[in-house]
Nanobody, 122 residues
Framework: VQLQASGGGSVQPGGSLRLSCAAS????????IGWVRQAPGKVREWVSC????????YYGDSVKGRFAISRDKVKNMVYLQIDNLKPEDTGVYYC????????????????WGQGTQVTVSS
């Protein structure tokens, strides 16, 4: 199982980014993919997940309405569209995998990619 996140950058408040997670070595039909972020000096926070079997999506309360997770099973890619970015969205964003079903506890994800930095400031 390998995961590689990309797409981070520096944006102004209100801007948008689309993060990508390239998955290899496994099928998205078998693994749920989550996004977890870590702000400077803070613990990691689970923000979203897409389940394996039917692609059901889940979001943390702090990102509902602004984040949208999706996947392309042909390309084995998972995306996180982030709109209306806020300074508190700043952090390193990781994609992570676990078998089949989503979980809002980031500790329950077994495989992790390297993170991609998102910085929101004016």
């Amino acid at each position: 199982v390998q995961l590689q996140a990309s797409g981070g950058g520096s944006v102004q408040p209100g801007g948008s980014l689309r993060l990508s997670c390239a998955a290899s070595g496994f099928s998205l039909d078998l693994y749920a993919i989550g996004w977890v972020r870590q702000a400077p000096g803070k613990v990691r926070e689970w923000v979203s997940c897409i389940s394996a079997r039917d692609g059901t999506t889940y979001y943390g309360d702090s990102v509902k309405g602004r984040f949208a997770i999706s996947r392309d099973k042909v390309k084995n890619m998972v995306y996180l569209q982030i709109d209306n970015l806020k300074p508190e969205d700043t952090g390193v964003y990781y994609c992570a995998a676990r078998q089949r079903v989503c979980n809002s506890d980031w500790l329950q994800y077994s495989d992790w990619g390297q993170g991609t930095q998102v910085t929101v400031s004016s």
